[in-house]
């Protein structure tokens, strides 16, 4: 107690001689009641700054809660349209492999159906035959053939015509050779099997035996 009072005249001098005991009495409660409003206020202040910096740490924490959520909608948001293009991705590839399946099956459907043609006046041909003679069913199959080279050059499948050429290994096979009548030594001299092509692209080789000079010659 002396202590503190010592200090507390120490900031606020008193000339104790000049007044009367209950005046310093007074003047001694006065000045530890001035202390004490000094230390209350200091603490007030004191308790200001901790409430303020509570304050900024829930307010720091209800910012960093609201960013976490923003992202967690982000993330979510960015999974559905993943897996929705994953779906739409899995349901493209389904309906083009479909398509791929259904080229394979019915691509030659056109093809097929002209051929079919064909083949109901192949089977006429019999009738012709009792009907007319042999010399009729004659033309009728030469008819027939004309209509099937039609239904060949109308879906691109060429036959090959190599008599007088040059031997192409892409586009024939030596099965004989023959000698040179009428034709250059080395050309193609006979054509033992048709081949053909598909749109510029052999799909059969032809048999072809190629003509060679002979001794005589």
Excluded: W
Excluded at 188 to 213: C, E, F, N, P, S
């Amino acid at each position: 107690m002396a202590v503190r009072f010592l200090s507390v005249t120490r900031r606020y001098p008193i000339d104790l001689c000049r007044l009367t005991p209950s005046a310093v009495t007074r003047s001694v409660v006065g000045l530890f009641s001035t202390a004490a409003e000094q230390r209350s206020t200091g603490d007030d202040c004191h308790g200001d700054d901790g409430d303020d910096d509570h304050s900024h740490s829930v307010t720091h924490v209800r910012t960093l809660e609201l960013r976490a959520r923003k992202l967690e909608e982000q993330v979510h948001d960015l999974t559905e349209r993943y897996k929705r293009a994953l779906a739409d991705s899995d349901n493209v590839r389904r309906r083009t492999q479909k398509f791929v399946e259904d080229a394979k099956l019915f691509g030659i459907q056109s093809f097929c159906r002209d051929i079919v043609e064909v083949a109901d006046l192949l089977e006429k041909s019999a009738e012709v035959e009792e009907r007319d003679g042999v010399q009729q069913l004659t033309q009728y199959l030469a008819y027939i053939q004309g209509r099937l080279q039609d239904v060949f050059t109308k879906h691109g499948l060429e036959k090959m015509t190599p008599v007088g050429g040059s031997y192409d290994p892409y586009q024939h096979e030596i099965v004989c050779h023959t000698p040179a009548e009428g034709v250059e030594p080395g050309t193609i001299a006979v054509v033992k099997q048709d081949g053909y092509m598909l749109h510029g692209r052999t799909i059969r080789h032809a048999h072809v035996g190629i003509a060679v000079k002979t001794q005589e010659q």
